[in-house]
């Protein structure tokens, strides 16, 4: 399923566990369209009420391929076409919204740095700013749970400290290699809000 789909079932998921009944006419025509295997049919089936049916159903559909938002706007025609519509007039304002910027213009960082090794500046205003997905950010630039082990270990008392060394210790392995835009990539992943990147590269 495309990735906006999933965002807009998963943002319109409260309205439709009030409003949509999940009847066997919705799931029987989306196992005929082979969105839904029979065990599917069987675990939707096997909730206890409405509202759990119809929550199942949109924990299942983003998982079964591109054309599951399709068919599933397709079986509300004849019930629900007030909801039908709704997801239907959602997706297109979607549609016609511009994208967001590159996350790298999001933060301030201009193009020239981007391919820069950071500084032990850099890097020591950014272990002061980052909190507790620090580590799932190490282990994106490559470090293993051993490395984060010793940076812990080295400097028990201070978590600044264990952050700065983690990044130190990339920026040795990778040389060249350990560019800003490297260290970006892992710090979106980890969902680090732009405005901190925006404090470190200002």
């Known amino acids: 399923m495309d990735p906006k789909h999933k965002k807009l079932l998963r943002a319109q998921r ?21 969105i839904l295997t029979e065990s599917h049919l069987e675990e939707i089936q096997s909730e206890s009420s409405s509202r759990n049916k119809t929550l ?5 559909l983003p998982s079964r391929g591109p054309t599951a938002f399709h ?14 519509d709704k997801l239907l007039q959602l997706n297109e304002e979607e549609e016609e ?10 933060c301030g960082v201009s193009d020239h740095i981007l391919l820069t090794v950071p500084t032990t500046l850099h890097l020591n205003q950014l272990a002061s700013l980052l909190g507790s997905e620090w580590r799932s950010v190490l282990l ?3 470090l293993s749970c051993a490395d984060l082990y010793r940076c812990c270990s080295d400097h028990p008392l201070a ?15 990778n040389g060249r290699g350990a560019t800003v835009q490297r260290l ?14 925006q404090q470190v590269f200002k």
């Open 14 to 34: 409260l309205f439709l566990s009030d409003e949509l009944l999940v009847d066997d006419l919705i799931i029987q025509y989306l196992y005929q369209e082979e």
């Open 56 to 60: 199942k159903l949109l924990d299942i």
């Open 71 to 84: 068919h599933f706007i397709k079986s509300l025609e004849k019930d629900f076409p007030w909801i039908r």
């Open 97 to 106: 919204s511009p994208p967001p910027p590159p996350f790298t213009v999001q």
């Open 140 to 142: 994106d630039l490559g």
């Open 159 to 173: 978590v600044q400290s264990q952050v700065l060394a983690g990044l130190v210790m990339w920026t040795q392995r």
């Open 184 to 197: 970006i990539q892992s710090l979106q992943a980890a969902d680090v809000p732009p405005s901190v990147l």
